[in-house]
């Protein structure tokens, strides 16, 4: 059973352009919310991440929206370069450990 | 340095080898984990490391078997693998084991079994 749902699959947006990954969760025990961005061959790395006590954080051009009622949460890329192009992947981890429950994880393409 | 090592980059190995895979960090972080990733899909975890104690195994097969000899220092022992074992293996570490430790993962061991 897949705790967090991602999607879309695959994106393709222009340069300069905002890219969208959303994620879902049903799991009220999870307590922390990182976003992984990985390149073909390399191992993940954290983008960033979120405690659900605030709704939004921003760090440069990505930021993370985080809706704890529904239980959804999502990463927005503003001004998308060719370097972002990547697989994105959302995690959540409950409060009782640090096991990271994955999303499906996003295949983005920005097109120059 | 942030940096979270792994050797080797690629191994291929037979059904009735024995391999191991090893992970370094300097970072003195006292947790690690071993996941498994197969193309296109997320990492999967398989163990976790807490101040050198194993804290969590997910149900994993015992052709895999782990080994943490101190705290900067992580393998996992191959031995009897399947074709269907063949993925990237990823090694990661985080200061602690508790909620918004933030986990920096190495490049990968990619595994061919054959």
């Known amino acids: 059973q897949q705790q967090v749902k991602q999607s879309p699959q695959s994106l393709i947006v222009q340069k300069g352009g905002i890219s969208i990954i959303n994620c879902a969760y049903e799991?009220?025990?999870?307590?922390?919310f990182p976003w992984y961005q990985q390149f073909p061959g390399k191992g993940p790395a954290l983008l960033i991440a979120i405690r659900p006590d605030v709704s939004e954080k921003k760090e440069g051009r990505f930021t993370i929206s985080f809706n704890k009622s529904a239980k959804q949460f999502s990463l927005h890329i503003m001004d998308s370069q060719p370097g972002d192009s990547a697989t994105y992947f959302c995690?959540?981890?409950?409060?009782?450990?640090?096991?990271?429950?994955f999303g499906t994880g996003t295949s983005l393409t920005v097109i120059p | 340095d942030t940096e979270v090592t792994q050797t080797p980059k690629h191994l291929v190995m037979g059904m009735t080898n024995k391999k191991s895979l090893k992970c370094e960090q300097h970072?003195?972080?006292?947790?690690m984990y071993w996941y498994k990733q197969k193309a296109k899909k997320p990492p999967e975890l398989m163990f976790v490391?807490?101040?050198?104690?194993?804290?969590i195994n997910e149900s994993v097969p015992s052709r895999f078997s782990p080994e943490c000899p101190n705290s900067s220092l992580l393998n996992l022992h191959l031995h009897a693998l399947q074709p269907e074992d063949s993925a990237l293996y990823l090694c990661?570490?985080?200061?602690?084991f508790g909620v918004g430790y933030e986990q920096y993962f190495g490049p990968g061991t990619r595994l061919t079994v054959t």
């Open positions: 970072m003195g972080h006292r947790a």
């Open positions: 995690a959540a981890s409950p409060n009782t450990g640090n096991q990271f429950y």
């Open positions: 799991n009220t025990a999870f307590d922390y």
């Open positions: 490391y807490s101040y050198e104690k194993l804290s």
């Open positions: 990661a570490s985080s200061q602690g």
